[in-house]
């Protein structure tokens, strides 16, 4: 697939004030310092168009990117991020749950796990919720390139496990290193199948 035209339009706060839901939307959401923003680049061929940091907390709005002028792809801000104040984290998840809720032309939300973590509360707290929402969601797995392909498989499989000891189904997963462009493909015809349906 050839590089997407990709464009910045808006940093929000508040979901009320995102742009027109007049396209399907794919969000990206998981830890701080997973690597959504890397993720994004990668998916986009555009290095800088979301900022990206090695310190955690770098995301800190609702960014909307417009995509070959078909679909929005959207940067959120981490969760579970320790460094900041309760209060400021409470109003950050506030904003990220008043988005994903309310949004109403959120086709798909991606969420991203570090495959070099066990899996991790804060995470299966997550998913959790946003089964509990019946908002659609696949897993990424990201930085794959910081293990071998055999770790690779084993954490994955270790997840898997995990999941289905609490779910009778595992959501879509793909595997990827923002890196190596690894998963790109993967990610990119889901969404395209997504929209067309
Ligand atoms: P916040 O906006 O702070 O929530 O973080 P984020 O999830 O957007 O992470 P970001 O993309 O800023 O990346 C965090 C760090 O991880 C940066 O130092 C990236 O270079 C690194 N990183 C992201 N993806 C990969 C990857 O696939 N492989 C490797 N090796 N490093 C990665
Ligand atoms: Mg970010």
């Known amino acids: ?41 990668s998916l986009t061929f555009h290095k800088g168009l979301a900022k990206t940091s090695q310190t955690p907390g770098k995301t800190q709005l609702i960014n909307h990117f417009m995509i070959d002028e078909k679909w929005y792809l959207v940067d ?19 904003m990220i749950f008043d988005y994903l809720i309310h949004r109403e032309n959120l086709t ?3 969420v991203l796990i570090d495959i070099r973590l066990k899996p991790q509360a804060v995470d299966i707290e997550f998913m959790s919720r946003m089964v509990e929402h019946e ?11 910081k293990l071998s392909q055999k770790q690779v498989n ?7 496990k995990f999941l289905l000891d609490m779910w009778d189904e595992l959501p879509e997963i793909f595997i990827t ?19 067309q349906t």
Not at 13 to 41: H, M, Q, W, Y
């Open 1 to 41: 697939m050839s590089q997407l035209i990709a464009r910045f339009i808006t940093s929000n706060t508040d979901f009320k004030t995102c742009p027109p839901a007049r396209f399907p939307e794919f969000a990206f959401i998981g830890r701080s310092n997973v690597g959504k923003s890397s993720l994004i680049n």
């Open 154 to 160: 084993e954490s994955v499989d270790v997840y898997k």
């Open 177 to 195: 290193s923002a890196e190596k462009h690894v998963g790109r493909e993967e990610i990119l015809a889901n969404i395209a199948e997504l929209i």
């Open 135 to 145: 908002i659609p969601f696949h897993i990424v797995f990201t930085k794959a390139d």
């Open 108 to 110: 798909c939300l991606f």
């Open 76 to 94: 959120l801000p981490g969760y579970g991020f320790a460094k900041v104040s309760k209060e400021k984290r409470r109003e950050f998840e506030k």
